[in-house]
């Protein structure tokens, strides 16, 4: 777990510094509910609302609406995985 929550922070942080392509490499390839709620933020960066409506349904974690910001909400999700 340890490896996939590495692997999730280091998809973030191509995220936040617009390397969309290298972050959704990585986490479509974890099956963790923190990394589909990752995919679901970079659909939501994409515009492709219905994927990221679909991956935030696979996550269970927060819904499409809870974040307006999604550099914000890759923070929330970057944090959570740090204290976890």
């Known amino acids: 777990m340890i490896n996939n929550k590495q692997e999730c ?22 099956n963790t509910d923190f990394a589909q709620w990752i995919h679901a933020v970079l659909h939501k960066i994409e515009g492709d609302v219905h994927n990221s409506r679909y991956w935030y349904s696979r996550s269970g974690l927060k819904t499409f609406e809870d974040y307006i910001d999604s550099d914000q909400e890759l923070s929330a999700i970057k944090a959570e995985l740090i204290i976890d």
């Open 9 to 30: 922070i280091k998809a973030i942080n191509f995220a936040l510094s617009g390397k969309w392509d290298e972050a959704h490499t990585i986490v479509q390839e974890i």
